[in-house]
């Protein structure tokens, strides 16, 4: 039989593998942000307020990615490793 108590259980790996995937996405979507910007930028001349959109949202999704990395290592679903090995 099923409990609710383990049909949401989550493992460790599965909630890495969730916070790398939002990751992603929204690294994903600032990238299409800032490209649909310069796109607007070419393709308006400076004649439309797209292209400050498209950098307001960008903007916008790049401090929701850097509040969403803050509140992951305050909660200890993220860990940094850096690139060098610990000294002892």
Do not use: N, Q
Not at 14 to 31: D, G, P, W, Y
Not at 35 to 42: A, D, E, Q, R
Not at 50 to 71: D, G, H, P, W, Y
């Amino acid at each position: 039989m099923l409990t609710c108590r383990g049909f949401f259980k989550i493992t460790a790996v599965a909630r890495r593998m969730f916070s790398e995937i939002v990751i992603l996405v929204i690294l994903s979507a600032i990238i299409v942000s800032l490209f649909s910007g310069m796109y607007f930028l070419l393709r308006d001349r400076g004649r439309s307020t797209r292209m400050v959109k498209a950098l307001t949202v960008r903007i916008a999704l790049s401090l929701i990615l850097f509040a969403l990395l803050m509140l992951g290592y305050w909660a200890g679903w993220l860990h940094p490793h850096g690139l060098l090995p610990p000294r002892h």
